[in-house]
């Protein structure tokens, strides 16, 4: 009996397989060019990233070894990644192999996987992330091969060296780590993109982004008639549907995301502007364009360009800068890194999104749920523990004592290595003002349910919770004078022991707004 990946329908190959049988997408093993159209069908993405290509690999042998490789991946990763490491990754190394005779990945040695590393430095010159992808690629199919039986050596040439120690990649990715869109240059992004920018597609993909935390491709997969409502008794809540395929390896999903009055506005404004062509194309998208290459075709816009074409004339055609005066280089991606932000300023830890909106559907939360636990950390961590953060607790004085010695003599870049490492090592539970400290690895709170934070050790608080702490005094005070008028002097009681502690808290946190550096 023939077994298939259920989801890619690919049938599992061994040292006994006829290859002329097997069948990839449209296009059969030994082809030279795998059509993997039925396996990709997002529109935003470009026509030539539907197909793995290897006439480029002049050595049957080698040829032969990288489909292996390809083919198994294709049960693994997502088909675009497979794309990317056959056609991106692998053919640089294919170059240096054709320049040094070697025509199989049998023949590749220990000093040939280093000489390569040093050839792409040296001579290609290529960035740290280009060569570790190339380098990864290589590893990867000699490692696997080894598992597999295919034509590769047969002894382990890594042995004391990786692709992550060549390229030091982990510290490549922390430099190129997305960060947040700074507080008053993300004000003007969006001031700019609601009040003044005319290109309409610009206009959309800004505000929809930096409403929902989308992707650049997931918010240009968008249709016509894709605002809808829901009804939760007597209010309306307005969502979005949206496709989110980098949340599966296979065929793209449609999720529900709630957007704001922003969003709705933004795309009721898209849908009129891309009417006229959407009626000569018969295409149902709103993100519309007509491609000079294509000669004037009607087709959706794809998210390779977006950056270049789109964000970065909008940043200076508005003259948008950082604290250094420099037009902020301001990449889609950050968009998301910027909404986990936001999510956490307005106090909504995901977890009561989730319980929040699951009267609805589990779907419509979904989207929120990719907001990995590590981002939601991170934001957390540099917003209560950075060298500029203005803190309060009981804790308060202690812990930044404690980080001012830390980071005593450091730069900005061995400062955030700092911070992202206690990010991994310390225990954060999102509060809806600040965080609790508590690990649980130590067993439950004792507290429980019962938790009331404000005069709890565990508890810290950062002056952009100001807001809704004061709003919460405020109404707390309320409370109380309303009590005492109605003469219920033990409800009184409960509410007066809240505010001999939120008050302290308030107080040292309006204490360092006003530019005072003592903690309580």
């Known amino acids: ?6 989801r890619l329908q690919l049938q599992v190959i061994d040292k006994d397989t006829n290859f002329d049988n097997v069948m990839i997408g449209n296009s059969h093993f030994n082809d030279d060019v795998w059509d993997l159209r039925p396996f990709i069908t997002v529109k935003t993405i470009k026509e030539s990233q539907k197909y793995i290509r290897f006439e480029y690999i002049e050595s049957h042998d080698m040829k032969q070894t990288a489909k292996q490789y390809a083919y198994y991946k294709l049960g693994k990763i997502k088909p675009i990644t497979v794309h990317g490491n056959i056609n991106s990754g692998l053919p640089i190394f294919i170059e240096y192999c054709s320049i040094n005779g070697i025509k199989s990945f049998a023949d590749v040695t220990k000093d040939d996987f280093l000489n390569f590393s040093l050839w792409m430095k ?11 992808i190339s380098s990864h690629v290589v590893e990867e199919i000699i490692k696997t091969g080894q598992i597999k039986g295919w034509n590769v050596p047969q002894t382990n040439i890594f042995k004391g060296i990786t692709s992550n120690q060549l390229w030091n990649s982990k510290k490549a990715m922390q430099a190129n780590k997305t960060k947040p869109i700074p507080e008053d240059v993300f004000d003007k992004i969006l001031y700019h993109a609601v009040h003044n920018e005319k290109d309409i597609l ?3 993909g800004i505000i929809i982004q930096s409403q929902t935390g989308l992707r650049i491709n997931e918010v240009l997969s968008i249709c016509k008639g894709c605002v809808k409502p829901v009804y939760d008794g007597d209010k309306v809540y307005d969502y979005m549907e949206v496709t989110l395929g ?27 502007a891309t009417k006229p062509l959407r009626r000569l194309s018969g295409l149902k998208e709103l993100f519309l364009t007509k491609s000079m290459k294509l000669n004037g075709k009607i087709v959706v816009y794809k998210s390779g360009r977006w950056g270049e074409v789109k964000l970065t004339p909008f940043i200076k ?28 300023k307005r106090k909504v830890p995901i977890a009561i999104i989730m319980k929040q909106y699951s009267h609805v559907s589990i779907e419509m939360t979904s989207h929120y749920l990719t907001l990995q636990e590590e981002e939601v950390k991170e934001i957390y961590t540099d917003m209560i523990l950075s060298p500029e953060s203005k803190i309060a607790g009981l804790r308060a004085k202690e812990i930044k004592g404690k980080l001012d010695n830390l980071f005593h003599g450091k730069t900005e870049e061995e400062i955030e290595t700092i911070i992202s490492n206690l990010s991994k090592s310390m225990s954060f539970n999102p509060l809806p003002t600040g965080v609790c400290l508590y690990d649980f690895r130590r067993g439950n709170c004792t507290d429980g349910d019962g938790c009331f934070f404000y005069n709890c050790p565990n508890y810290i608080t950062e002056v952009r919770f100001y807001p809704i702490l004061k709003q919460e005094l405020d109404l707390l005070e309320k409370e109380m004078a309303r009590l005492k008028e109605l003469g219920q002097e033990p409800a009184w009681q409960v509410q007066y ?24």
Request: net charge positive; aromatic share 8%; no cysteine.
């Open 122 to 132: 040296d001579e290609k010159k290529v960035a740290v992330g280009t060569g570790f």
């Open 246 to 272: 980098k949340t599966e390896k296979g065929e793209p999903i449609i999720h529900k995301v709630f957007i704001n009055d922003l969003v709705e506005n933004v795309i009721e404004e898209l849908t009129q």
């Open 202 to 204: 610009t206009k959309a």
């Open 497 to 520: 022991v809240k505010y001999q502690h939120l008050k302290p808290l308030i107080e040292s946190l309006e204490v360092q707004l006003d530019g005072k550096e003592n903690i309580s």
């Open 1 to 6: 009996m023939t077994k298939t990946n259920l």
């Open 317 to 344: 055609r508005w003259n948008i800068q950082d604290n250094k005066g420099n037009l902020y280089p301001l990449k889609s991606h950050q968009f998301r890194a910027t909404f986990v932000r936001e999510l956490i």
